[in-house]
């Protein structure tokens, strides 16, 4: 089977040719979501506006009029996205029960396309975490817990207490998304990525995860994390499903005001043969403590790979990247003190029954509406915003961000094209070792590869690249100029094909295939 | 006992004009029902954003050229954090670090002397006007325990100009507003209605000894009023002094002007100084304005702010219109004064003398005299006024022509004030006001009022 044209391209064909209709595909999506619910990648699902969906669709597609290539085709949306009548939660205390009056930007988009919306992912609570382990609806199971090439590579024990123990994170904080889309329940996923949330979370469940440049995607109706970081993020099983949806996507939106206003063209990824004229760059900083083994190994042949491609690949420095931890701790935990000053129970969400006087009301709507990670963040950025620390932490954390930034424009200006790193240190934490540290140190050892894109406002991608010694998906990070996506989706898609990264083999999903999920029959890269 | 020098600074939160909110569209009005004007944004929903205002930022700009300001080509948007019932996102989006414009100053005149007749101009330093969002309006229920909450004012826009401690007293403070008031009504920038909350002024005072730094300062709030607002910074430039002389101090505190009392009471405090967590806006770009030299080409017009365009279209403010009005018809300065402060006057004014023969050096005297004082007596405005400016214009005639006394004139007015619908030549005709111009006539009445009283006549001839 081709994957030239990629799965969603190939299912966008079976539905123009009727070889399956929007409702039968929704229906589907929907069933194995019933029967994949022990992963817990959705909070909603959201059935009824589903299937109406479909249904709309295949009218659309009965009088050959499809609105274009998504048109039925299902998709999920992270719990932070604004989605009218349905209820978004950010996994949230605080949200549980809110239904949203308005669309988010880039979900309209998705519907406007003729998508179906079949549900609200879940993720850590208000996106902050890097496991999907700390939001109030439980934590994601990562898919690949209950692959056959991770259950063949576990060491043999009681066939059900392996499934109960033996389970692994999907990362963070887009867990749900990542899920979703690695378990075939839809073809593409929303995330949203302010530190790494789309791509950690893709590299342990072998999906590609998009993080595009800020400003080129609307934030509006995407709750904010920090809003000089977020970007809302796609989740794919292909580099080509991702450039579709970033075209779909990108724009100048007038709803927000950060987003740029040139015209965005969107593009077809062309298929590059010859990667002779491409330079590419090794950040040594990259190889940071705690790196496994394997993932330096597979480093270092992808490395080997573009250059017997006839690849110029030179080693680089980012020398700031080291203080860009730090750096993300003062600058994120103080707009979530700011963002977050909003909840407090007078116009939506959890209000508490506590009347004695206004401030009583606040404090125990916040203390009881955000878990432990969220009030700790908010503490901390307040302490960092108090007038006599300003100076000291957060403006000293402009500058060395400006300097984060900088580092990546003197390597772009010095021929390089693309960077090539891990996403990840290692492969998915079982879920049971991943909870004996508590969620900031986990965020800082985790966001150590992704979070400098995000400080310096850059395009990023993992690429699903091989399998573990365990058995689990291991990615690889893309980094790129500011709005040359269709250059890193290129390499991207080349690098992809080289790889031909193994399909997941879940049960449930062999179940409900009737040839539309096809498996191809790829050589394993490690 | 050693002289006192007060010293007079103000704040002043303008409401922008505008039809919409600073950063959403919704809709400003006055007195709509509770929470029928706010968006989204406005409630702070999650995951809205700000988008700004066009027509504020206009409004800003002519605000700050009239007020001789520098109009700052690049500002910036903050967030100030503090939690209250009417600030939905727990925090307002201002200007901290970069207002809109700077260095700035009003002129503005003062009656002194003896019968107040003499106009002296004044000046007070702009420091700056920032762009800022209103907040929401909260009421506090006590009998119920509970505060209702309408947010029809949050997010509406607001100028806040702030003049330096350049003023010495009441009268000072409400001649700087009052002009202030009136170059907004002039620019349209704001209606600046003091009663509709569109014009807010909090006073800080402080006193001290001449060749001593300045005093502890205290700020008055809850000012509904330009009268009051005299009243307000006067009691508290008193109470400071005589709390000093009796060796008392004065706190670092905000006051509240009771108008029934007349007096500044503190305000309930709140513990300890409030820390705004100041942090810049992240979701809103640097505000970039241009002029004619810095516009690039090839700009769309519609996304661009041009200084030297809005300059050029300012209208005339209040203190050329006035000396315009010196200029034209030959009145005095104090005079014009009192025509621009009345809502209208200066047009009625302007009106009658085009329908007049009479000077307008006489016409002023009528206006201000007699139709102002008419309409102060019986609270009308000027537009509400029974008597038009053609109809005083035609009296006025028949006083120029002689064929009525000025008594009679002001008889006739008296009657025009009903409203009757009677022109002045018809109420002298009625009552038979005319001047009589024939001699024969004249003394046919004298010897008729002298034959009726026959008396009187033999008395006063025998002495």
């Keep these: 089977a081709a994957l030239k044209q990629g799965l969603r391209s190939q299912v966008s064909a079976a539905?123009?040719?009727?070889?399956?209709?929007?409702?039968?595909?929704?229906?589907?999506?929907?069933?194995?979501?019933?029967?994949?619910?022990?992963?817990?990648a959705y909070i909603t699902v959201a059935e009824e506006t589903a299937l109406k969906q479909a249904e709309e669709s295949e009218e659309r597609y009965k009088r050959g009029q499809p609105l274009g290539i998504l048109d039925g085709i299902p998709i999920a949306v992270k719990d932070n996205f604004n989605t009218t009548g349905i209820e978004t939660t950010c996994a949230s205390n605080m949200l549980k029960g809110?239904?949203?009056?308005?669309?988010?930007?880039?979900?309209?988009?998705?519907?406007?396309?003729?998508?179906?919306?079949?549900?609200?992912?879940?993720?850590?609570?208000?996106?902050?975490?890097?496991?999907?382990?700390?939001?109030v609806f439980g934590p994601v199971r990562n898919p690949w817990s209950y692959s056959k090439q991770y259950k063949e590579k576990c060491v043999p024990e009681s066939h059900s207490e392996n499934e109960e123990s033996n389970w692994v994170i999907t990362g963070g904080s887009s867990g749900g998304s990542a899920a979703a889309v690695s378990s075939f329940t839809c073809f593409a996923a929303l995330g949203s990525d302010t530190g790494g949330s789309t791509r950690n979370p893709a590299a342990h469940c072998g999906v590609v995860g998009l993080k595009p440049t800020y400003g080129l995607i609307s934030r509006h109706g995407l709750i904010p994390l920090v809003n000089s970081m977020d970007v809302p993020g796609i989740l794919t099983r292909c580099v080509d499903d991702a450039a579709v949806l970033l075209g779909s996507l990108a724009g100048h939106d007038p709803k927000d005001s950060t987003t740029i206003q040139d015209d965005f063209k969107p593009f077809e990824l062309p298929n590059l043969t010859d990667v002779s004229k491409l330079s590419i760059g090794i950040p040594k900083e990259y190889h940071a403590p705690g790196l496994s083994s394997e993932i330096l190994t597979l480093w270092s042949k992808a490395a080997d790979l573009f250059r017997n491609?006839?690849?110029?690949?030179?080693?680089?420095?980012?020398?700031?990247?080291?203080?860009?931890?730090?750096?993300?701790?003062?600058?994120?935990?103080?707009?979530?003190?700011?963002?977050?000053?909003?909840?407090?129970?007078?116009?939506?969400?959890?209000?508490?029954?506590?009347?004695?006087?206004?401030?009583?009301?606040?404090?125990?709507?916040?203390?009881?509406?955000?878990?432990?990670?969220?009030?700790?963040?908010?503490?901390?950025?307040?302490?960092?915003?108090?007038?006599?620390?300003?100076?000291?932490?957060?403006?000293?954390?402009?500058?060395?961000?400006?300097?984060?930034?900088?580092?990546?424009?003197?390597v772009f200006r010095s021929g390089v094209d693309i960077l090539l790193t891990p996403t990840t240190l290692s492969d998915a934490a079982l879920y049971t070792e991943f909870i004996q540290e508590d969620n900031r140190t986990r965020s800082a050892q985790d966001d150590v590869l992704t979070q400098a894109a995000n400080m310096a406002g850059l395009p990023a991608i993992n690429v699903p690249t091989a399998l573990s010694e365990r058995g689990l998906p291991v990615g690889l990070q893309f980094i790129g100029r500011s709005f040359q996506e269709k250059q890193l989706l290129t390499v991207a898609k080349w690098f992809e094909k080289q790889v031909q990264f193994p399909v997941i083999q879940l049960e449930e999903v062999k179940r409900h295939d009737s040839g539309v999920f096809q498996h191809q029959k790829s050589a394993s890269f490690s | 006992l050693a002289p006192w020098i007060p010293v007079v600074g103000l704040e002043i939160h303008a409401q922008i004009s505008s039809n919409s909110k600073l950063f959403s569209g919704s809709q400003v009005q006055f007195a709509a029902p509770p929470n029928s004007l706010v968006s989204f944004f406005d409630a702070s929903l999650p995951g809205t954003l700000p988008v700004l205002n066009r027509r504020c930022v206009e409004a800003a700009v002519m605000t700050g050229l009239a007020l001789?300001?520098?109009?700052?080509?690049?500002?910036?948007?903050?967030?100030?954090?503090?939690?209250?019932?009417?600030?939905?996102?727990?925090?307002?989006?201002?200007?901290?670090?970069?207002?809109?414009?700077?260095?700035?100053?009003?002129?503005?005149?003062?009656?002194?002397?003896?019968?107040?007749?003499?106009?002296?101009?004044?000046?007070?330093?702009?420091?700056?006007?920032?762009?800022?969002?209103?907040?929401?309006?909260?009421?506090?229920?006590?009998?119920?325990?509970?505060t209702l909450v309408d947010l029809n004012r949050a997010g509406v826009g607001l100028m806040e100009v702030v003049m330096e401690p350049d003023m010495c007293c009441g009268e000072e403070a409400a001649a700087a507003v009052r002009e202030l008031q009136l170059i907004l009504q002039t620019l349209g920038s704001s209606q600046a209605v003091m009663a509709e909350g569109q014009l807010r002024v909090d006073a800080n005072v402080s006193v001290h000894h001449p060749g001593e730094p300045y005093g502890v300062r205290t700020e008055v709030k809850n000012i509904n009023s330009i009268r009051f607002l005299a009243k307000a910074v006067d009691y508290e430039i008193q109470r400071q002094i005589e709390e000093l002389e009796n060796g008392g101090t004065i706190l670092n505190e905000t006051r509240a002007f009771d108008s029934k009392l007349g007096c500044t009471v503190p305000m309930r405090d709140k513990e300890g100084k409030q820390d705004y967590r100041f942090m810049p806006e992240p979701n809103l770009p640097p505000l970039i304005l241009y002029d004619a030299k810095s516009l690039p080409a090839n700009t769309n017009h519609q996304q661009v702010i041009n200084i030297d365009w809005i300059h050029e279209r300012l209208p005339d403010l209040p203190s050329v219109k006035r000396e315009k009005l010196v200029e034209q018809y030959g009145i005095l300065p104090e005079h014009s004064f009192t025509l621009l402060n009345e809502d209208g006057l200066a047009e009625f004014f302007e009106s009658v003398v085009k329908q007049t023969q009479m000077k307008p050096k006489k016409v002023i005297g009528w206006i201000l005299n007699d139709l102002l004082s008419y309409l102060k007596q019986h609270s009308l405005a000027v537009k509400e006024s029974p008597v038009s400016s053609s109809l005083l214009a035609d009296l006025l005639n028949l006083l120029e022509k002689k064929e009525i006394s000025s008594t009679a004139a002001k008889r006739v007015l008296a009657e025009l004030w009903k409203g009757e619908g009677k022109t002045p030549l018809e109420i002298v005709k009625e009552q038979k006001l005319e001047l009589l111009q024939d001699q024969k006539e004249l003394e046919q009445i004298c010897q008729a009022v002298i034959d009726g009283q026959e008396n009187e006549v033999i008395m006063m001839v025998l002495g």
Excluded: W
């Design chain 1, 15 to 40: 539905l123009k040719e009727g070889r399956v209709t929007p409702t039968e595909l929704c229906q589907r999506c929907l069933a194995l979501i019933r029967s994949t619910k022990f992963l817990n």
């Design chain 1, 309 to 410: 491609a006839g690849a110029k690949v030179v080693e680089v420095s980012l020398p700031h990247t080291r203080y860009s931890i730090v750096c993300y701790h003062v600058l994120c935990t103080a707009e979530v003190a700011s963002n977050m000053a909003r909840f407090d129970g007078l116009e939506y969400g959890h209000r508490s029954d506590m009347k004695d006087s206004t401030e009583s009301m606040y404090a125990a709507t916040r203390r009881e509406g955000f878990n432990d990670v969220v009030r700790g963040r908010i503490l901390s950025g307040n302490y960092f915003l108090l007038k006599q620390n300003y100076e000291k932490y957060f403006v000293k954390a402009q500058k060395v961000r400006r300097l984060i930034a900088n580092d990546f424009v003197k």
């Design chain 1, 98 to 135: 809110y239904i949203s009056p308005y669309n988010a930007t880039v979900v309209q988009k998705l519907l406007d396309r003729g998508a179906v919306l079949l549900g609200k992912t879940n993720l850590d609570e208000f996106a902050m975490g890097s496991g999907s382990t700390d939001g």
């Design chain 2, 68 to 146: 001789n300001c520098s109009i700052n080509k690049k500002s910036l948007f903050d967030r100030k954090h503090y939690f209250y019932a009417d600030l939905p996102a727990g925090y307002q989006i201002t200007q901290q670090r970069v207002p809109i414009a700077v260095n700035g100053r009003l002129s503005y005149g003062l009656c002194t002397g003896n019968k107040m007749s003499q106009m002296v101009t004044k000046t007070v330093r702009i420091k700056q006007i920032q762009l800022e969002q209103d907040s929401g309006k909260s009421l506090h229920d006590d009998t119920r325990s509970q």
